[in-house]
């Protein structure tokens, strides 16, 4: 019995602003999303992968999906940790059951290690991803030439 593909479910729109990579999503979403957002994500992050970057994430109706779809997500944001994924602000906006929805992407993001933070605004999370970057690139070292 083969596998049918179903359409993907939810809505998904990406973008890039300097060092942050603007994921906005509405769900229910399914593997098949999952899927498409896979394939879309590698031209975004190879534009910003050269530096330290971070992904503001903007939710809104239910952003839930079936546990297929939740570990394919978790595999592609693995991959964005070694193209120099510093940090991700969530938002979550006009959500439905939001202490489930914030639980579920908080399970996801701690159980990878990824440094997040929940606002209740877009204008509070980039302020936090724009000093988290600016404050890693700072103390960076710099190296001398003799």
Known sequence: MSKKAFP???NL???????????????PANLEMVQ?????????REQIMHAPWASLVLLSGTPLMSLEAKLALMQTIKQAKVMHLRATAIVLIDV??????ESFWKDIYQ???????????D??????????????????P?????
């Open 36 to 44: 498409e957002y896979q394939r879309q994500v590698i031209g975004f």
């Open 96 to 101: 439905e059951f939001a202490e489930i929805v």
């Open 142 to 146: 710099v190296r001398e030439h003799d």
């Open 13 to 27: 729109k990406l973008s890039v602003e300097g060092p942050l990579l603007i994921i906005k999503g509405s769900g």
């Open 111 to 121: 159980d990878l290690g990824v440094n997040y933070v929940f606002f209740a605004t």
């Open 8 to 10: 993907a479910h939810g």
């Open 123 to 140: 204008a509070e999370a980039r302020l936090w991803l724009q000093s988290l970057l600016s404050n890693e690139t700072s103390s960076r």
